[in-house]
């Protein structure tokens, strides 16, 4: 019988044959070798978040980024599911890491989007916390790994040429730094 659960698992399998053929050693040396030690590194919260994310794949605001990275001239890849966090675009080029993140569900500073909820807040304060903190420790592990993190915010891609701009400056500043 097909209970949710199973549908779960098996949608999981699609994504990750679909995304493992797509992913053949992707990223080069440095990085792939990187990837692999870190393979089972995802806590089953983790996996969750990025399962949804997988589901959620072409959010408006994801889409905006996306094609401004196309506009970089850049070679970026989607969902890198081996990395802590599951990063929505990697620069790999670059070393550069790019998370999309919702005002709300990543409580984006000062942003009139991220209003926290009026009711029900012991479910939501926790749960909207822990989303900042994975955030906070994914940032952490991708710069240890000698990623450069850079978080785009739903609010800032109202506008597709400022993204644009942003990925521009990101592209120029990492080839300044690189040795
Ligand atoms: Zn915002």
New binding site residues.
């Given amino acids: 019988m097909l209970t949710p659960g199973r549908i779960l698992t098996a949608l999981t399998d699609i994504a990750v044959t679909y995304r493992g053929s797509r992913n053949p050693n992707i990223i080069g040396d440095a990085i792939g070798s990187k990837g692999s030690i870190l393979g089972d590194h995802l806590t089953s919260a983790e996996r969750s978040a990025h399962m949804r994310k997988i589901r959620k794949i072409d959010t408006k605001p994801e889409l905006v980024v996306r094609r401004a990275a196309h506009a970089s001239g850049l070679r970026f890849r989607l969902h890198r599911c081996d990395l802590p966090g599951s990063p929505d675009l990697i620069f790999p080029s670059r070393q550069v890491a790019v998370f999309v993140h919702g005002?709300f569900w990543h409580q984006?500073e000062g942003?009139r989007?991220?209003r926290q909820p009026k009711s029900r807040l012991e479910y939501w304060l926790p749960k909207l916390r822990r989303n900042q903190e994975r955030d906070a420790r994914a940032a952490t592990l991708l710069m240890d790994l000698g990623w450069r993190v850079v978080t785009v915010?739903?609010?800032?891609t109202a506008d597709p040429t400022i993204v644009q701009q942003r990925l521009r400056e990101i592209a120029d500043r990492a080839m300044v730094m690189q040795p």
């Fill in positions: 005002c984006h942003c989007l991220s915010w739903e609010c800032e």
